[in-house]
């Protein structure tokens, strides 16, 4: 709902988006933001009330201390409902927050063009990814747990798990050519 945005009007691709500390912010469209940030140290939470949405940020995502990014539709479980998540930068996730993408037809797909990471002290929640696709011609760091247990792309670039990343053994991996590091 444009109305929910300062201004009335849904971010633009430029835009730095804050969702503050204490309020939750219910997604039902389709958003692409320059970098979000959830919470501004106690709490703040974005979650979706539609299926089938995609959140694209241009830059980085971060949730402050105690955030939460709901991957999934508000007016079901985390389990029922994903959306699709395209990161262009970093994923930081500060200590008490988590991201659950449980769902699965949950989508990250870590899609920038210069080196990313996915760094803690915070978690994904039960350290769930369902669909985890790369899509980065460079490097992506992973330095917190994940564990993949649906669908795996690694398209371009390099993978540093860190010992960090996990192939559930009811997930499937779909790279391309065999040149591929991890």
Do not use: E, K
Request: aromatic share 4%; glycine share 12%.
């Amino acid at each position: 709902d444009a109305a929910t945005w300062v201004g009335g009007a849904l971010p633009s691709p430029g835009d730095n988006v804050l969702i503050p500390d204490g309020v939750t912010l219910n997604v039902d469209a389709s958003v692409i933001c320059n970098n979000l940030t959830i919470g501004q140290g106690t709490s703040g939470v974005l979650s979706f009330t539609t299926s089938f949405n995609a959140l694209t940020i241009n830059g980085n995502l971060t949730l402050a201390a105690n955030g939460r990014f709901n991957g999934y539709t508000s007016s079901v479980s985390p389990t029922a409902g994903g959306v699709q998540v395209n990161v262009a930068g970093n994923i930081n996730i500060g200590s008490g927050a988590a991201i659950v993408m449980g769902h699965s037809s949950s989508i990250l797909n870590m899609n920038g063009t210069s080196a990313q990471s996915i760094n803690g002290p915070g978690v994904f929640f039960s350290n769930l990814v369902r669909d985890l696709r790369l899509v980065n011609p460079t490097t992506i760091n992973v330095n917190v747990p994940i564990t993949v247990n649906q669908q795996f792309d690694m398209m371009t670039g390099t993978l540093n798990t860190n010992g960090n990343v996990t192939l559930d053994n009811g997930g499937q991996s779909y790279n391309q050519a065999a040149n591929r590091q991890v």
